[in-house]
């Protein structure tokens, strides 16, 4: 398989395959380059005023933060995928233990159907016709 150099890899991303953005990140340096397609090939994209390399064309913002690569869409900074499956679990949990709760109090109300219902029958074999 062959190895890509940073320059040939821009060079099939331009001529090839048009990529209009292009991402590098150097954790080890805690560093990232955003470049962008133009008429004369790739140019590094300049943080804004939040510090943000932005996509406009995705309403899409990057930046480190905290050491990982962290994405914005509209402003809003998304969460990370460790963090989305954390609140699907914690959902989960929650809407399970409602469900057995809920299961829970219907037996609970069943049974006391039940008794009622046995009682009233036995009420009923007791009273003088």
């Not at 331009?14 to 790739?42: C, I, M, Q, S």
């Not at 480190?64 to 914005?72: D, K, N, P, T, V």
């Amino acid at each position: 398989m062959m190895e890509y150099t940073e320059r040939s890899r821009a060079e099939r991303y331009e001529k090839e395959l048009k990529v209009p953005y292009y991402l590098l990140f150097y954790p080890d340096a805690d560093e990232f380059t955003l470049f962008r397609l133009g008429e004369k090939g790739y140019s590094s994209v300049l943080p804004n005023a939040n510090g943000r390399c932005a996509i406009p064309e995705l309403e899409l913002e990057v930046a480190l933060l905290g050491g990982w690569m962290r994405y914005w869409f509209r402003g809003e900074l998304l969460p990370l995928a460790g963090d989305l499956l954390k609140e699907r679990d914690a959902e989960r949990a929650a809407r399970l233990a409602a469900e057995t709760q809920a299961n829970t109090e219907r037996s609970a109300r069943l049974a006391a159907e039940a008794e009622l219902a046995k009682l009233r029958e036995e009420l009923a074999k007791a009273k003088p016709q």
